[in-house]
Nanobody, 125 residues
Framework: QVQLVESGGGLVQPGGSLRLSCAAS????????MGWFRRAPGKDREFVAA????????VYADSVKGRFTISRDNAKNTVYLQMNSLKPEDTADYYC??????????????????WGQGTQVTVSS
């Protein structure tokens, strides 16, 4: 079992940056692939980015490629999402998720067993 707590959301102007953090409990964080998903108002939850256990493999949605960077610090049990060049369409609740199974399908929502409560990101002038 792992508990996930996101932080770092807020209001930012278009073109601005935010860094989200997701802190995980437990001593097995380094064995979980980690992902970020988001849900915009009136839309389904969608994949944003994922990182493998070692950080050696990353996957991004096309909509954020080149603007967002996912990383992790296994010593701190934390995964990050650096978001640059933010757009109004990035407005959403952002959720981190953990996958203990080692699945190669990191962009698939049902891969993940554990979810945080989310942090809100609003991009608006």
């Amino acid at each position: 079992q792992v508990q996930l707590v996101e932080s770092g959301g807020g209001l930012v102007q278009p073109g601005g940056s935010l860094r989200l953090s997701c802190a995980a409990s437990g001593r097995t964080f380094r064995t979980y692939d980690m992902g970020w998903f988001r849900r915009a108002p009136g839309k389904d939850r969608e994949f944003v980015a994922a990182v493998s256990t070692s950080g050696g493999r990353t996957v991004y949605a096309d909509s954020v490629k080149g603007r967002f960077t996912i990383s992790r610090d296994n010593a701190k049990n934390t995964v990050y999402l650096q978001m640059n060049s933010l757009k109004p369409e990035d407005t959403a609740d952002y959720y981190c998720a953990a996958d203990p199974s080692g699945s190669p399908y990191l962009s698939i929502r049902r891969t993940y067993n554990y979810w945080g409560q989310g942090t809100q990101v609003t991009v608006s002038s």
